[in-house]
């Protein structure tokens, strides 16, 4: 009676066991998915300090003067030589752009004033600094200088739900925001070593961050984004390491599975 009773309780030890294993390996703890832990209502944070875009080498930019004199105003926009085609075949007409394009040496050449350096300026500093010399030479005494990037982007890519290229559509565009275009992280999405690369000086840097980490994040310099930045989500190490040709490991479900059917099996047929 004792050898029977122990028999039984040996294969439901084994089974309960195999069970076990089979959640330990196939749940995720909160703490590595929850964003910004710790930060509760009502708490306060300091972020680094504001990042608006700068221009550099190769940026678009749109600059629009202005004027109530709009004739004189569009001496300052570039003239674009456009084919129409029409009935009695084609034709040349001049159409009106405002569109530079930044040189390598950080420079445009803009209407009336040639070659100015405007690399390194804030779309606000630009646009004062061109007032200021369409001003001062007596060209425009009302001038209002208006400027926009054309062809901010930023790249997401890895275990996001949409990778892709992403237009900056504000000033001070932080990772979160990024992240949120893309659609957020999926499920297994590293969230503590998200990378991102940024280009510097004529080298790339890489930043990591910890999305779970409040403080760190809110620190970091690439918590706010500039045009060409690369996001690149890490796979999680669940993932990684489910990721092989035959996907069964001993972290897979359906490893765990085969063993407590295994175990279960053996157990029967030595117990019967």
């Given at each position: 009676m004792n050898l029977k009773h122990n028999m039984i309780t040996l294969r439901k030890f084994l089974f309960a066991g195999a069970?076990?294993?089979?959640?330990?390996?196939?749940?995720?703890?909160?703490?590595?998915?929850?964003?910004?832990?710790?930060?509760?209502?009502?708490?306060?944070?300091?972020?680094?300090?504001?990042?608006?875009?700068?221009?550099?080498?190769?940026?678009?930019?749109?600059?629009?003067?202005?004027?109530?004199?709009?004739?004189?105003a569009n001496i300052f926009h570039l003239m674009v030589s456009q084919r129409q085609i029409g009935q009695a075949g084609a034709s040349s007409s001049n159409t009106m752009t405002s569109s530079y394009v930044v040189g390598p040496n950080g420079e445009i050449n803009f209407p009336q004033l040639g070659r100015i350096k405007v690399e390194g300026l804030t779309r606000q500093q630009m646009a004062t600094m061109i007032e200021g010399e369409i001003i001062g030479r007596g060209l425009l005494k009302d001038a209002i200088v208006t400027v926009e990037f054309m062809n901010a982007t930023i790249a997401v890519l890895g275990d996001v739900a949409t990778p892709g290229e992403y237009t900056i559509d504000r000033d001070n565009l932080n990772i979160l925001q990024a992240l949120s275009k893309a659609g957020d992280l999926t499920i297994t999405g590293d969230r503590k070593n998200v990378l991102v690369v940024r280009e510097e000086g004529g080298k790339e840097i890489a930043y990591r961050l910890d999305l779970t980490n409040t403080a760190e994040l809110m620190q970091s310099p690439a918590y706010y984004l500039r045009q060409n930045d690369i996001i690149y989500v890490e796979p999680n190490n669940y993932k990684k390491r489910t990721a092989t040709n035959n996907a069964n490991t001993v972290l897979t479900p359906s490893f765990w599975l085969s063993v407590a059917s295994f175990i279960t099996t053996i157990s029967v047929l030595i117990f019967k």
């Open positions: 069970v076990a294993c089979l959640f330990a390996t196939s749940c995720t703890t909160p703490k590595d998915i929850t964003y910004m832990q710790g930060f509760e209502n009502g708490d306060t944070q300091a972020v680094r300090v504001d990042s608006r875009l700068t221009v550099q080498p190769d940026d678009r930019l749109s600059i629009c003067v202005s004027s109530k004199d709009a004739e004189l």
